[in-house]
């Protein structure tokens, strides 16, 4: 079995998985290896907005011409009879959205901390 990666930083040592590269110390984890609150909930925010517009425009655009097809009538009674599926489908792609986007987003954080503590430092020149 491989031994831990070991590297001092700022008088602490930093303890790494030899396979990832990931934290093994709860310190590590909760310092430059995740995205903070703030950028994290902006995430989400911007997520949940996309992803329930993305699946308002959806929903409507292949929702009601079916309901338009099945239900003869006024304008009005094709929206109240079609925009209730219409809403809750636009409301799970709001939350998939929602927790997705900031899960991205901290993979991407940690997938570039982790190349970067692994990777070696280039030799010097001179």
Known sequence: MAEPISRSRGGKFDIRCPHCAGPLTKEMETSEWTVPP??????SMIGSAVGGTAGAFYGFNHAMPVVKRWIKGPMWVHFLIGAPPVMIFSSGCAGLAGGSVPALAQLASSSYHAVVSSSPSPPSSS
């Open 38 to 43: 703030l950028i994290r909930d902006s995430f």
